[in-house]
C-alpha cells in the first residue's frame, strides 16, 4: 500500500514547474515580436536591365534613385518573339506597382486595359493615364518614337505611379 497523502503535498514542486516553463515561453514570446515585423524581400533588377539593353531595339530605361520606400519585388524578362521586361515593386504606401518595357503594342495595351483618364508628365516624357480596369489597377501609357511602349501600372494612386514613372532613367 502506498505511503503518499495528497494532504502532503508541497508547492515548491509545482512552481518549480511553472518557472520552467515561464523561462522557456518569455524568450520565445520576445523572439516573435521582434520578427513580427513586415519583411519584404528584395530582388536586384540590374542583371535583367542589362540583358534588355543586349536584346532590345530600342534604348531600355530602368527604375532609378527611388526615393525611401521603394523595394523592387520581381523581376521577369523575355526575349522571345520581342524583348519586353517587367519589374515589380512595393511602394511606400503598401501598394504594388509595375513598370513594363516593351516593343510589343499588344502587350502594352493588355497592361494599361482601362480607360483613358487624361495625361501626365513624369521623367520628361507624356504619359496618357489609363483608369481602374478590372482588377482596379491604373496605368500610364508612354509610346516611344523609337518604337518601345512603356507603362506603369498597379494598385497604387497616379501620384505613386507618376513618381515610379518619373525615376525612369536611361543607362
Request: glycine share 12%; no cysteine.
Amino acid at each position: 500500500m502506498s505511503t503518499y497523502n495528497r494532504a502532503d503535498a508541497s508547492l515548491g514542486p509545482m512552481v518549480v514547474a511553472m518557472g520552467v516553463i515561464l523561462a522557456i515561453l518569455i524568450p520565445m514570446a520576445l523572439v516573435v515580436k521582434w520578427r513580427s515585423g513586415e519583411n519584404i524581400p528584395s530582388v536586384d533588377y540590374a542583371p535583367h536591365a542589362a540583358a534588355m539593353e543586349q536584346e532590345a531595339d530600342f534604348p531600355v530605361p530602368a527604375p532609378a534613385d527611388l526615393p525611401e520606400g521603394w523595394v523592387p519585388t520581381s523581376t521577369d524578362m523575355t526575349a522571345d518573339g520581342g524583348a519586353s521586361w517587367t519589374v515589380g515593386f512595393a511602394t511606400p504606401q503598401d501598394r504594388h506597382a509595375e513598370y513594363l518595357v516593351t516593343g510589343d503594342e499588344e502587350e502594352a495595351m493588355a497592361a494599361a486595359s482601362g480607360e483613358s483618364d487624361g495625361t501626365a508628365e513624369a521623367g520628361g516624357r507624356d504619359w496618357e493615364r489609363r483608369g481602374a480596369d478590372s482588377e482596379g489597377d491604373r496605368a500610364l501609357l508612354h509610346r516611344g518614337e523609337d518604337g518601345a511602349f512603356l507603362v506603369v501600372s498597379g494598385g497604387s494612386g497616379y501620384g505613386e505611379l507618376e513618381e515610379l514613372a518619373g525615376s525612369l532613367a536611361e543607362g
